[in-house]
């Protein structure tokens, strides 16, 4: 296959963590996780794997094998059927550095077009097969994990990287069609000049796709205002296995249920997202922002809750508590941190900020940085307690697979609640989780921060990281998850508020969703989808006959 646009020119991407093939760690931030982890961790006696190769790794011989009207953009080649078994969660990156590969996809699809895709969806539908739609394979949730279903003959994995440009901007609108499987970088170099951005940056940004933050329903750069991709989408075009449905192109309507919300979120359960028009932002051009101290995390809460209801609608609004702080660099271990900031491309935005600071002082906040017109704010952003949470964000993923090598428990987990819940069901989540942590691994480390906020609730991250060993951390891993979910849904929480459902969280979405609107979407898949091809298992199952 020819590398396209998407990825830098010879290279393919790592299939055992993030990154690209000879973008290696250096040795010595390795080392330094180690210690770190081991540190916090109380451990001193582990095994650290070593990076599988592809050659270690066993897998079974295709069960199908595509036709030859197929066959210029399909594969059975190893490395591309290891490549696409697993995402970025947890559990996949432990059952990598085990070499366990039990159900990888036969095939492999790397359409270029629309008519490819639905060629390959004809195929499957006419023989029993499953399609898996693949953006950058970064999910957390088993969301293109092939489905373990022996209904399904074959399983054929359909690779969207091709579909990989900017087709059009609007300038007047302030719009653009974007094909679905555009990455993060890619994307936003083509609308670069034009003078545009869609300022849609989750952490997985630079191996995700446009169409993979639609059907998950993503949530990005903005803390507030414009978190969710829902809110930049003007139209869908999406490739179904009875057709194409493509949305009529409108700033607003009113006309009966939103055709784009079927499939904002339906992972892939309904179509292929091949195509967007997405509403895009002006280049920033004025920042202003700050750090904040608070004695205790639910004194800043006050002040944080305070500043999204009075609309101020802060562009990065990050609040850690002590433990997240100290991880990040962005603290000493003894007070939670505020990062908070404004962006504009037509307008300084000091007053906000100003107003948002005198907010946190009402709370007891002290003021530890601050930038705006007047001062780089842009530099500052990439200095002191914003520089380090910046710097460790952007480049923890590199590091996932260390922990995954150690043979610890390391994962998080995110919901969304309201105001009036928050401190009781905070305060229950975080002991339980702590209990289960000492009574399964010993011991253990639960911390959190806000990642998004609005008026009426916050959406909490929380991150696990517990001693386990590489033969029991699977095991340990699906305990504490059961407990935090289980908490969750039963405090009155969402059971995700961005990474989607997957087949991670099936047991607990059953419960949080009514079931009258769960058989809404069955007889919408039947309708679009009468084989039940697309991504089996997700969000729902095939009723029985």
């Known amino acids: 296959m020819n590398a396209p646009m998407n990825m830098p020119k010879g290279q393919r991407r790592k299939f055992w963590s993030w990154g690209y093939e000879g973008q290696d760690i250096p040795e010595s931030e390795v080392k330094s996780m180690h210690e770190r982890v081991a540190k916090r961790l109380g451990m001193s006696d582990f095994t650290i794997l070593s990076d599988p190769t592809l050659d270690e790794i066993e897998i079974r011989a295709p069960r199908i094998k595509p036709p030859a009207s197929l066959a210029s953009f399909c594969t059975t080649e190893k490395w591309d059927r290891v490549a696409h078994t697993y995402g970025k969660s947890f559990r996949d990156l432990a059952m990598i550095y085990k070499r366990k590969y039990p159900n990888p996809p036969d095939v492999v699809a790397y359409p270029r077009d629309e008519k490819d895709i639905a060629a390959v969806l004809d195929w499957c539908g006419e023989n029993g097969y499953a399609a898996v739609p693949f953006g950058g394979g970064s999910s957390v949730t088993g969301g293109i994990n092939p489905p373990d279903d022996s209904s399904y003959k074959g399983v054929v994995t359909i690779d969207l990287e091709n579909l990989n440009r900017v087709l059009e901007v609007d300038p007047t609108s302030r719009a653009a069609r974007i094909q679905g499987g555009t990455f993060g970088p890619s994307l936003e170099e083509q609308l670069k000049p034009h003078g545009f951005t869609l300022r849609h940056i989750p952490q997985s940004w630079e191996f995700s796709t446009l169409g993979g933050w639609i059907a998950t329903r993503s949530s990005g750069h903005y803390a507030t205002h414009l978190t969710h991709i829902d809110d930049m989408v003007e139209s869908l075009r999406v490739v179904t296995p009875t057709g194409t449905i493509t949305n009529r192109r409108l700033p607003a309507s009113g006309a009966g249920p939103s055709p784009d919300r079927a499939f904002i979120g339906s992972e892939g359960t309904l179509g292929i997202i091949t195509e967007a028009w997405m509403r895009l932002q002006g280049r920033v051009k004025f920042r202003a922002n700050a750090s904040v101290s608070f004695k205790t995390f639910y004194e800043g809460a006050k002040a944080v809750r305070q500043i999204t209801q009075a609309g101020l609608y802060p562009a990065n609004c990050r609040y850690l508590d002590e433990k997240d702080a100290f991880f990040y660099g962005a603290g000493d271990g003894t007070e ?210």
């Open 336 to 545: 939670s941190m505020l990062l908070i900031g404004y962006e504009s491309a037509d307008h300084p935005v000091d007053a906000w900020l100003d107003r948002s600071l005198e907010i946190c002082r009402d709370y007891g906040g002290t003021v530890k940085q601050k930038a705006g017109t007047g001062t780089d704010a842009l530099e500052t952003s990439r200095s002191g307690a914003q520089g380090s949470w910046r710097n460790q964000f952007r480049y923890l993923p590199y590091l996932m697979h260390v922990r995954a090598a150690m043979g610890i428990v390391s994962f998080t987990f995110e919901t969304a609640y309201t105001w009036d819940k928050f401190e009781a069901l905070d305060t229950e989540v975080m002991r339980r989780v702590a209990e289960a942590e000492k009574k399964i691994c010993g011991g253990g480390i639960v911390c959190r921060r806000f990642s998004f906020l609005y008026p009426d609730g916050p959406a909490p991250y929380y991150s696990i990281m517990a001693p386990s060993s590489h033969e029991k951390n699977i095991e340990h891993y699906a305990a504490l998850n059961k407990v935090a979910s289980d908490a969750l849904l039963e405090l009155g929480a969402t059971i995700t508020h961005h990474h989607a459902v997957g087949r991670s969280f099936r047991p607990w979405y059953d419960k949080e969703i009514d079931p009258g609107f769960i058989r809404m979407m069955q007889a919408s898949k039947r309708e679009v989808d009468p084989n039940w091809v697309l991504n089996p298992g997700i969000l729902f199952d095939k009723p029985k006959a």
